[in-house]
């Protein structure tokens, strides 16, 4: 639970930050900043990807869990849920807008720093990393850009962007204990083989980080799962 409490507490000090200078930061800084911590990914996914000594299985995972989530299409189901949500909490009526204007700028501002910090791919493999036993290093690198984000945020919405990290909490930390709690069942070979998927989508996550290519990492997901089941299978 040391990553997401990391994020938790980084979500909060960037939200209290940004209250205090109510501005943002110099978008050059920002970038640069972006930069690094792609770089960073990018380097966390190549020693995870190296884990494994089975690349066939590596491939056959990547590839079949590629192919499943593009077929049940997940990102675009993740993303018609956070259009969703945001819709909710942007919709009011012109009552609404005289009566509680206040509210419904606070329940935005939550909403959307709530699904920004928790719907992604980095949310759920850092959990799993930390969930595994594993120095939660993804999780302590999204830890900084949630921070930086909660900066802006705060800035424009308010002490709201605070109580976002409570979903982060809950969400986070559930995949956590879940990912403890399915460690007990796995072999070292079986968690070298999911560690090193988990690598591959590093690799493609930095690679969107520094925008380089857009790789919908969200679809590939299915392979850690496959991952396991061909591991439990063949080896």
């Given at each position: ?17 940004g209250l205090l200078i ?71 009526s012109l009552q609404d ?122 679809n590939m997901l299915p ?13």
């Amino acid at each position: 639970m040391i990553g997401t409490l990391a994020n938790t507490g980084a979500i909060i000090a960037g939200s209290a930050v940004g209250l205090l200078i109510h501005t943002r930061l110099p978008q050059k800084m920002i970038n640069l900043i972006f930069q690094g911590i792609g770089l960073f990914t990018c380097v966390i996914g190549i020693s995870m990807s190296l884990k494994s000594g089975n690349m066939i299985l590596i491939i056959v995972s990547i590839v079949t869990g590629s192919l499943i989530g593009q077929g049940i299409n997940i990102d675009k189901y993740l993303r018609r849920f956070a259009g969703y949500l945001q819709k909710k909490g942007r919709g009011k009526s012109l009552q609404d807008v005289a009566e509680s204007d206040a509210e419904s700028r606070f329940n935005e501002g939550l909403i959307t720093a709530s699904v920004l910090f928790c719907v992604g791919s980095m949310s759920i493999l850092g959990a799993i990393e930390d969930g595994m036993g594993q120095t939660p290093n993804l999780l302590l690198t999204k830890s900084i850009m949630d921070g930086i984000s909660s900066v802006a945020l705060a800035s424009s919405f308010g002490f709201c962007i605070m109580f976002s990290s409570i979903p982060v909490l809950i969400y986070q930390g559930g995949l956590t204990l879940f990912a403890t709690f399915a460690m007990r069942y796995m072999s070292e070979p079986l968690i070298a083989d999911m560690t090193s998927v988990g690598g591959v989508l590093l690799i493609g996550l930095a690679i969107n980080i520094l925008k380089i290519k857009e790789i919908n990492v969200t679809n590939m997901l299915p392979a850690l799962p496959v991952a396991v089941i061909l591991s439990w299978l063949f080896t």
